[in-house]
C-alpha cells in the first residue's frame, strides 16, 4: 500500500547538495515526488512510495548527505496521491 510523506528539513540543509542527493536517494527507492529548497532556508520534500521505502527515505533525511547539518525534520504522513511519475528537484 502506497502511502506519502511530506518533510520539512531543518538546519545547514541548503548549499550542499541536499536536494541532488534527495533526488538520488529516492530514485533509487523507487519514490516518486520532488525536493526544492525554501527561501527560510529549508528543504521541503514530498514523496510517495511503499511505507517501508519511505521510513528509509526519512531515515536518510535526517541525516542527509555528509556536508549537511540536519537539525530537526518536521514529518507529515498522508494518503498517496499517485499524481507523480518521477522524482524532480524543483526549483
Known sequence: MKKRIHLIIKGNV???FFRA???KKAISLGLTGWVR???DGTVETVAEGEKSRLD???S???KGPSSAEVSDVDSETQEATGEFTTFSIRY
Open 14 to 16: 541548503q548549499g550542499v
Open 21 to 23: 542527493n534527495a533526488k
Open 37 to 39: 529548497n525554501d527561501p
Open 56 to 58: 528509509e527515505f526519512k
Open 60 to 62: 536518510w533525511c535526517l
